[in-house]
């Protein structure tokens, strides 16, 4: 460990939501060293992005000034930061005229055109308050539910079954519990990559011989551990799915008494499963029938299995269904609601959870209350005193769209990149470019903010207080390390300068204040008071009584719905959106590496993570490479119905015969110019892990 350090300070991580704790050590107002603590989530474990990631809070390309967009300059769908001039486009303000442009562009919009013209995303990177304090601007202050962030475009499907099938979208048990169990199924997550702190308790466990089933279209590192590896056609999640539903039920090893006790619709998922034999899918899976057959047996007989999944089972038009599957499985079998049983989606961002949970979506006040709900409406006018809009607002997608069509005419962008994060990243920068007014909040000139008119510096992860919910449900705090840089200010600071400014009428004298109301409002922040979090670091929700401890387990006693019963929802065998064909033959899927967090905004500013994986890559199978006559290391075109993209070839043999894998992080290889924006009609989420494609040398 570094001796030489001024102080030490407690927090979480930045990146994934696994909500590792770290300790940050500082010298000279410079991070010179974060190692694991010993947190619920991560026993002092630590992965490369945690141990490694923290110096893009420091770098020089850091924002630092307020921006206002030059009268002169382009406003086009294809500015391209990479050849443009920073000064060339933008000039610097002072805080007055920057807010004061902001609030104005965007408060005219709002009394000329209706809150409906405007629009907010915020971020699943900021912490609880943050997207508390954002929610509740675009509710009260433009008059609108047109919120959403980066969950839509990774757990909405997800989020959607669970609230339909067990009556909360949380995971009803910590990934830790993989200890405790004694079946461990992953599908469509690649937590070696993603989730690396959690991939180590089940690698753990499977070390110690419990059951482990990885199920993926891609190979990875995790199936060296699984005692079932399978890999599986892309696609064809519901035919596999459904196909161990079928053995479940043709087998009867289904638990009769759990499903009489707590679950409807048994007799209409039995009839569907009857002709999704693993005989009639193997086929179109990819996998044998036995394999099928084994699996199936394998988690319904555990005496304690547990299920994980990622974006390969949500980021589909399927999507919803893939998730539908899954909770069947769980709730046919009773393997929910005990320690080491459950449902777990593994969460994406350090915060996607909290910013789920605190209204950051369009459809729900905090804690997933309908916004379409007279009397819930009724009660959150009572707390922010304005009149709320009735209408469920517009999702990501959506909202790209409708500004296309110019219902949308502004909006506030905090934190968020979806000039490269968007499916068919094209028809998405062309919607921003077509903005009357939009203000973005970053911490770096993000691709979203070439497109802005107005840009507020604001606060890394390092230089904030703020609670942020990890995937187990823990909410823990975040402390700050670092002074600002320049002129930056805190994110909580920058979104009540603006509500203020369109007549909110707010006043906060800390994250304390904001973090009050927040749990006033939501029951699952119960007995989670400020002083306690403080205190504690992290508490686990929900907690029954004052000072109790958290319940890591729910659903112990039936579900949160409305007759107490889990449902089980049938799903047919659709086909995805685009497939391949000779014009694209090939299928393209997008997903993330080790060392890039998403857009790679913060992880490409890291110098070590970006020192291993510094360029844009496209892989391919070395047997898909050799048949097409390319070569390792060539410059490919990689094309789509969307556009194209250059990239450097890699091969890759986990990567299917038939497949191309683009990791979406790379400005110079923006994989999200090619997906489809084609959604899931249920969560509204993309498919990104599916579209046919094409590729050629250079
Ligand atoms: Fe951070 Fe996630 Fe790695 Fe833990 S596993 S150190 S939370 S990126």
């Given at each position: 460990?570094?001796?030489?350090?001024?102080?030490?300070?407690?927090?979480?991580?930045?990146?994934?939501g696994?909500?590792?704790?770290?300790?940050?050590?500082?010298?000279?107002?410079?991070?010179?060293?974060?190692?694991?603590?010993?947190?619920p989530?991560?026993?002092n474990?630590?992965?490369?992005?945690?141990?490694?990631?923290?110096?893009?809070?420091?770098?020089?390309?850091?924002?630092?000034?307020?921006?206002?967009r030059?009268?002169?300059a382009?406003?086009?769908?294809?500015?391209?930061?990479?050849?443009?001039?920073?000064?060339?486009?933008f000039?610097?303000?002072?805080?007055?005229?920057?807010?004061?442009?902001?609030?104005?562009?965007?408060?005219?919009?709002?009394?000329?055109?209706g809150?409906?013209?405007l629009?907010?995303?915020?971020?699943?990177?900021?912490?609880?308050?943050?997207?508390?304090?954002?929610?509740?601007?675009?509710?009260?202050?433009?008059?609108?539910?047109?919120?959403?962030?980066?969950?839509?475009?990774?757990?909405?499907?997800?989020?959607?079954?669970?609230?339909?099938?067990?009556?909360?979208?949380?995971?009803?048990?910590?990934?830790?519990?993989?200890?405790?169990?004694?079946?461990?199924?992953?599908i469509?997550?690649?937590?070696?990559?993603?989730?690396?702190?959690?991939?180590?308790?089940?690698?753990?466990?499977?070390?110690?011989g419990?059951?482990?089933?990885?199920?993926?279209?891609?190979?990875?590192?995790?199936?060296?551990?699984?005692s079932h590896?399978?890999?599986?056609?892309?696609?064809?999640?519901?035919?596999?799915?459904?196909?161990?539903?079928?053995?479940?039920?043709?087998?009867?090893?289904?638990?009769?008494?759990?499903?009489?006790?707590?679950?409807?619709?048994?007799?209409?998922?039995?009839?569907?499963?009857k002709d999704?034999?693993?005989?009639?899918?193997?086929?179109?899976?990819?996998?044998?029938?036995?394999?099928?057959?084994?699996?199936?047996?394998?988690?319904?007989?555990?005496?304690?299995?547990?299920?994980?999944?990622?974006?390969?089972?949500?980021?589909?038009?399927?999507?919803?269904?893939?998730?539908?599957c899954?909770?069947?499985?769980?709730?046919?079998?009773?393997?929910?609601?005990?320690p080491?049983?459950?449902?777990?989606?593994?969460?994406?961002?350090?915060?996607v959870?909290?910013?789920?949970?605190?209204?950051?979506?369009?459809?729900?006040?905090?804690?997933?209350?309908?916004?379409?709900?007279a009397?819930?409406?009724?009660?959150?006018?009572?707390?922010?005193?304005r009149?709320?809009?009735?209408?469920?607002?517009?999702?990501?997608?959506?909202?790209?769209?409708?500004?296309?069509?110019?219902?949308?005419?502004?909006?506030?962008?905090?934190?968020?990149?979806?000039?490269?994060?968007?499916?068919?990243?094209?028809?998405?920068?062309?919607?921003?470019?077509?903005?009357?007014?939009?203000?973005?909040?970053?911490?770096?000139?993000?691709e979203?903010?070439?497109?802005?008119?107005?840009?507020?510096?604001?606060?890394?992860?390092?230089?904030?207080?703020?609670?942020?919910?990890?995937?187990?449900?823990?909410?823990?705090?975040?402390?700050?390390?670092?002074?600002?840089?320049?002129?930056?200010?805190?994110d909580?600071?920058?979104?009540?300068?603006?509500?203020?400014?369109?007549?909110?009428?707010?006043?906060?004298?800390?994250?304390?204040?904001?973090?009050?109301?927040?749990?006033?409002?939501?029951?699952?922040?119960?007995?989670?008071?400020?002083?306690?979090?403080n205190?504690?670091?992290?508490?686990?929700?929900?907690?029954?009584?004052?000072?109790?401890?958290?319940?890591?387990?729910?659903?112990?006693?039936?579900?949160?719905?409305?007759?107490?019963?889990?449902?089980?929802?049938?799903?047919?065998?659709?086909?995805?959106?685009?497939?391949?064909?000779?014009?694209?033959?090939?299928?393209?899927?997008?997903?993330?590496?080790?060392?890039?967090?998403?857009?790679?905004?913060?992880?490409?500013?890291?110098?070590?993570?970006?020192?291993?994986?510094?360029?844009?890559?496209?892989?391919?199978?070395?047997a898909?490479?050799?048949?097409?006559?390319?070569?390792?290391?060539?410059m490919i075109?990689?094309?789509?119905?969307?556009?194209?993209?250059?990239?450097?070839?890699?091969?890759?043999?986990?990567?299917?015969?038939?497949?191309?894998?683009?990791?979406?992080?790379?400005?110079?290889?923006?994989?999200?110019?090619?997906?489809n924006?084609?959604?899931?009609?249920?969560?509204?989420?993309p498919?990104?892990?599916?579209?046919?494609?094409?590729?050629?040398?250079?």
């Amino acid at each position: 460990a570094v001796k030489d350090f001024d102080c030490e300070v407690a927090s979480v991580c930045p990146f994934c939501g696994v909500g590792c704790q770290i300790t940050v050590r500082v010298k000279d107002d410079r991070i010179v060293q974060v190692d694991g603590r010993n947190g619920p989530a991560n026993e002092n474990r630590l992965c490369v992005k945690g141990r490694f990631g923290f110096d893009y809070a420091m770098s020089k390309e850091r924002l630092t000034k307020p921006l206002i967009r030059r009268d002169d300059a382009p406003k086009a769908a294809d500015i391209d930061m990479r050849f443009m001039e920073v000064s060339d486009v933008f000039r610097e303000a002072s805080w007055e005229e920057a807010l004061d442009r902001a609030a104005s562009g965007l408060a005219s919009i709002r009394d000329e055109h209706g809150g409906g013209a405007l629009a907010g995303f915020g971020s699943a990177k900021g912490s609880n308050e943050e997207a508390y304090l954002f929610q509740k601007l675009v509710r009260q202050g433009f008059g609108t539910n047109n919120v959403d962030h980066c969950t839509r475009l990774c757990h909405a499907s997800s989020v959607a079954a669970l609230l339909e099938g067990v009556g909360s979208g949380a995971v009803s048990a910590p990934f830790t519990d993989a200890m405790k169990s004694d079946c461990i199924l992953v599908i469509g997550a690649r937590p070696g990559q993603n989730h690396p702190v959690a991939a180590t308790y089940f690698k753990q466990a499977a070390k110690q011989g419990k059951k482990l089933i990885v199920i993926d279209p891609r190979r990875q590192e995790l199936m060296r551990h699984a005692s079932h590896p399978v890999q599986f056609t892309p696609g064809s999640d519901v035919a596999l799915l459904n196909a161990l539903l079928h053995v479940i039920v043709e087998e009867k090893l289904y638990d009769e008494q759990y499903i009489q006790a707590n679950v409807s619709g048994f007799e209409a998922l039995r009839e569907k499963v009857k002709d999704f034999s693993p005989e009639a899918m193997s086929e179109v899976c990819g996998v044998p029938a036995e394999t099928l057959r084994d699996v199936a047996r394998t988690y319904a007989t555990a005496e304690r299995s547990i299920i994980f999944w990622g974006m390969g089972i949500s980021q589909h038009t399927h999507g919803t269904d893939n998730s539908r599957c899954l909770i069947a499985l769980a709730l046919t079998t009773g393997h929910v609601g005990r320690p080491g049983t459950g449902l777990h989606p593994l969460r994406g961002q350090n915060n996607v959870q909290g910013a789920s949970d605190a209204g950051l979506i369009p459809m729900f006040f905090p804690d997933y209350r309908s916004v379409e709900a007279a009397d819930i409406r009724a009660e959150m006018q009572d707390v922010w005193g304005r009149t709320l809009d009735p209408k469920r607002g517009l999702t990501v997608v959506e909202i790209v769209d409708a500004i296309h069509e110019g219902a949308i005419r502004g909006m506030y962008i905090m934190g968020e990149n979806p000039a490269m994060s968007d499916p068919d990243q094209l028809h998405a920068r062309a919607a921003l470019a077509k903005l009357d007014h939009l203000v973005v909040q970053d911490i770096f000139l993000t691709e979203t903010c070439w497109h802005a008119d107005v840009i507020f510096p604001a606060s890394a992860h390092a230089e904030k207080l703020g609670t942020y919910t990890n995937t187990n449900r823990q909410v823990q705090i975040g402390r700050p390390a670092l002074p600002l840089p320049g002129d930056a200010r805190q994110d909580w600071e920058l979104i009540v300068e603006l509500a203020n400014r369109i007549g909110c009428g707010w006043s906060y004298r800390g994250v304390g204040d904001i973090y009050a109301e927040m749990a006033s409002v939501m029951r699952s922040l119960d007995h989670l008071t400020w002083e306690r979090l403080n205190e504690e670091d992290c508490i686990t929700y929900p907690v029954s009584e004052p000072g109790g401890f958290g319940n890591e387990v729910i659903f112990t006693e039936g579900f949160p719905t409305k007759d107490k019963r889990g449902h089980l929802v049938p799903a047919d065998l659709l086909p995805p959106d685009e497939v391949p064909d000779e014009e694209f033959p090939l299928v393209l899927t997008t997903g993330r590496l080790l060392e890039h967090w998403h857009t790679g905004a913060m992880t490409r500013r890291s110098d070590v993570l970006n020192a291993i994986e510094p360029e844009g890559i496209a892989a391919m199978n070395p047997a898909e490479i050799a048949r097409r006559r390319l070569t390792v290391g060539d410059m490919i075109e990689v094309g789509t119905r969307r556009g194209t993209i250059t990239a450097l070839l890699r091969a890759d043999r986990d990567v299917a015969d038939g497949m191309v894998f683009i990791p979406f992080c790379f400005n110079e290889a923006p994989a999200n110019v090619l997906t489809n924006p084609q959604l899931d009609p249920f969560g509204k989420i993309p498919e990104f892990k599916y579209c046919a494609a094409r590729v050629a040398k250079l």
